[in-house]
């Protein structure tokens, strides 16, 4: 399948701050990229990049088969982090503004804009102006002008802050259901559940650098902590004693709960039985990395991490590290 | 282009709507029109009557009679004739041509209601020896209401004694007091001093063996009219509209331009501080979206020129004067018009967005007003001397070349048309580089935020993209 973004070495400097340093990405076309990084980490650029908003110092970007975001403009829908709409104008002549500035035309837009009001159900507000909807309005209202237009790529910066959770869920279900339609989304997030919960695979941009770039699957795997959980049946139990096990390295309490750390060659499958044996749990479960450990890990880490220095994220997820402490 | 014209027509659609340009923009014609409309019927209204006593202390016995005959109601008659003769004179001769039928009549009687009626005064000789105080203390007694009463005292005059015959050893001649009462018309007052004036200089010139007529005569050169010498032919200089007519088209330019250039900054700062702009950038490429918010603006600039120059041709066509208007003027209005807002909107595109509100824009619009405030400053010296070294250079620096050309040639002697042209081409090229670093300045000014920033950063910028 072909490529809807492709980066390469891209680079953009304000003054002295390079905002982005020698990016490489591809997204594949049908494909729902979520795009990760702390605040001022580089995303946005490297958003406004690809649709030609900044242009690069070096580099070269391919989107949609085409060399610049501006001859495919019409096939890319746009959600900026920076939220705004023309505060004196109607919803509906807005939203028609900028879905014939996006190649649309003729009598079928205005049944378009009903459509989508209805969809994320401000169906009642077309014919308000903007400065009278509040400001989680103005966000649905600036969604549908990303959407309207039923784009091949559809970019989203930050979509869901400032969302209730029945919007984000709203939001959230539009989003994937132009990912079945056959888009390619690709959207920058803080909140890490969406990302999970959304992506097939995650980009991490940390000093203008990718320090990420995998399938939800392949981070589960490269960043397994290789820890388990474990909490006694009987609170007076002696635990500790479980260290003596072969494959676990060691045992710390964490409240009611026990964190059984296993060695490098051990098999869960096979030190799970033994601790059951051993002890009656009332729960025992394989910790799974949460995207939210490795994006702590990551930026707690230091810049200088690469993309395949997995071992070492292991390791700081193994000992605790940033997640572990957030956590409490 | 189609996503232009979209900006093009918000732009252009959301700036007219606006209740601030209706009111500003529309209202302010209108009101002028209807002054004007009414100014004619509010002079119809007929100026106070005036009636009573001018009282003469005259021991000269000479003066009495001379300013007496001069405020007759016949010379009165007389004189206003001559008054209005004369406005007639000043008329253009096209405007006394082209005068519909009944309209000479009219200016006429609008002359005459203005003036009013012509004042009735009986000139009373006070007894010799009359007591000054005495003779002051009828001023005093209010007058009725409606005027009108012939034996109320308005002017008592006291002719000294030796303002005919000079007395011996004195060098001059000794002239008269005027005590007049409060809140008298100024017209009769002057009339009363210009009637004593030839009074007592007929007496003294009679006196001394001359006679007035003669001496009149003597010191007498009639003031021709001058004649405007062109190559096509002769016509009849006329120094209001001289003055005037380059004016009116300066005004009507620094109108339109600023008019639009205001908008287009004000719409600009807007739609980046409310954060809209990333969303246009997103379906428009910013020299799209400067150029369509420049094509929109400039519309409502040449609507607004429209509605005045129109209020204004309309006023030339109901005084009959259209004539004196060079039709080929109007297109070079238009012509320059384009060059001057293009230079201005694309200096106001610039700073609006490289700033985060309107009160940061002030401090960059210095060289933007001078833009507009160098040739408004200059109009009084180049419209006097439109071939003057300074008024010819200035033609060819953009952007007040577009100014000072236009003013040039509406004035009463028109630069060649080989100045014309360059000046046109020199305002072409001042739109292109005005445009260049507008748009540079605009892609990079977007999505700045933070700090003002100042014309170097303006440069610097330009130099970045």
């Known amino acids: 399948m072909a490529d809807a973004i492709v980066l390469k070495n891209l680079t953009k400097t304000f003054g002295e701050t390079v905002a982005v340093r020698d990016l490489d990405l591809a997204v594949p076309e049908g494909a729902l990229y979520g795009v990760i990084g702390p605040n001022g980490a580089g995303k946005t650029t490297m958003i406004r990049m690809i649709l030609s908003i900044l242009f690069p110092d070096r580099g070269e970007l391919t989107v949609l088969g085409r060399g610049s975001a501006l001859e495919a403009k019409d096939r890319i829908g746009y959600l900026p982090e920076e939220r705004g709409l023309y505060k004196k104008m109607r919803v509906g002549e807005l939203l028609v503004y900028l879905a014939r500035l996006k190649g649309m035309s003729g009598q079928s837009v205005q049944r378009q804009v009903r459509t989508w009001l209805e969809r994320v159900e401000l169906g009642d507000c077309e014919h308000k102006r903007c400065d009278d909807l509040s400001k989680g309005m103005q966000q649905k209202v600036q969604f549908v002008a990303a959407v309207i237009h039923r784009p091949d790529l559809l970019i989203l910066d930050e979509p869901f802050s400032g969302l209730d959770p029945v919007n984000q869920r709203v939001m959230r279900d539009i989003v994937l259901e132009e990912h079945r339609r056959g888009a390619t989304v690709l959207f920058s997030t803080h909140i890490m559940t969406h990302a999970e919960q959304l992506c097939d695979h995650v980009v991490m941009i940390h000093r203008g650098e990718k320090v990420l770039d995998q399938t939800m699957a392949g981070i589960r795997e490269t960043f397994d902590p290789r820890r388990i959980l474990f909490e006694p049946l009987d609170p007076g139990a002696d635990v500790a004693r479980l260290a003596a096990l072969p494959g676990v390295r060691s045992v710390v309490r964490d409240g009611a709960v026990w964190d059984l750390s296993l060695g490098e060659t051990a098999n869960p499958s096979a030190v799970i039985p033994a601790v059951v044996a051993a002890i009656t749990p009332s729960r025992i479960e394989v910790r799974r990395p949460t995207l939210e450990d490795v994006f702590i890990s990551i930026v707690t880490g230091g810049a200088a991490i690469a993309e395949d220095d997995g071992a070492r994220l292991r390791a700081a997820l193994r000992d605790g590290g940033g997640a572990h402490e957030v956590r409490r | ?465």
Do not use: C
């Not at chain 2, 004694?161 to 050893?169: K, L, N, S, T």
């Not at chain 2, 008019?259 to 379906?283: C, D, F, H, I, P």
């Not at chain 2, 580089?433 to 700045?448: C, E, I, P």
């Open chain 2, 1 to 465: 282009m189609r996503k232009m014209l979209y900006v093009a027509g918000r732009e252009f659609t959301t700036t007219v709507m606006t209740r601030g340009f209706i009111v500003g923009m529309l209202l302010t014609p209108a009101l002028l029109g209807l002054v004007i409309f009414i100014m004619p019927r509010m002079m119809t209204r007929a100026a106070p009557k005036i009636e009573g006593q001018v009282a003469i202390l005259d021991p000269t016995g000479v003066v009495k009679d001379a300013l007496s005959s001069y405020l007759s109601p016949e010379k009165f008659a007389e004189r206003r004739a001559k008054t209005r003769e004369e406005i007639e004179r000043q008329a253009p001769a096209e405007l006394r041509q082209r005068a519909p039928a009944g309209a000479d009549a009219a200016m006429r009687q609008s002359v005459e209601t203005a003036l009013g009626e012509v004042p009735r005064l009986a000139v009373t000789e006070l007894p010799p020896g009359t007591e000054i105080e005495q003779a002051k203390a009828p001023l005093k007694t209010p007058l009725p209401k409606q005027g009108g009463d012939p034996n109320a005292r308005l002017v008592l005059v006291v002719v000294h004694r030796d303002a005919v015959v000079r007395e011996a050893g004195k060098d001059s001649y000794g002239t008269y007091d005027l005590y007049e009462r409060g809140k008298i018309d100024e017209r009769l007052v002057d009339d009363i001093h210009s009637g004593l004036r030839e009074a007592i200089v007929s007496a003294r010139l009679k006196e001394s063996g001359l006679n007035p007529a003669d001496v009149r005569n003597l010191t007498t050169v009639k003031r021709p009219e001058s004649l405007t010498v062109t190559a096509e032919g002769e016509r009849t200089t006329n120094t209001a509209l001289n003055m005037l007519l380059p004016a009116g088209f300066m005004l009507l330019l620094m109108m339109s331009v600023m008019t639009s250039g205001q908008y287009l900054l004000m719409t600009t700062v807007e739609e980046k501080s409310n954060r809209v702009v990333e969303v246009l950038l997103s379906a428009v490429s910013a020299m799209e979206l400067m150029t369509g918010k420049i094509f929109g603006q400039m519309a409502v600039g040449l609507l607004v020129l429209a509605l005045y120059a129109g209020l204004g041709l309309m006023a030339l066509f109901s005084f009959a004067s259209i004539g004196l208007l060079d039709p080929i003027l109007i297109v070079y209005l238009v012509v320059f018009y384009f060059l001057a807002a293009f230079t201005y909107a694309a200096m106001m595109a610039a700073i609006g967005s490289a700033v985060n509100e309107m009160s940061e824009a002030q401090s960059l619009m210095m060289p933007a007003m001078m833009v507009v405030m160098v040739p408004w400053v200059l109009w009084l010296p180049i419209s006097r001397e439109p071939n003057a070294l300074l008024a010819v250079v200035l033609s060819f620096v953009p952007p007040f070349s577009n100014f000072v050309m236009l003013l040039r040639m509406t004035s009463n002697s028109p630069p060649p048309f080989w100045q014309t042209s360059l000046s046109i081409a020199v305002g072409a090229a001042g739109v292109y580089a005005a445009l260049w670093f507008a748009a540079k300045v605009f892609r990079v000014g977007l999505l700045m935020y933070g700090k003002p920033p100042t014309f170097g950063t303006l440069i610097r910028w330009a130099r970045m993209s």
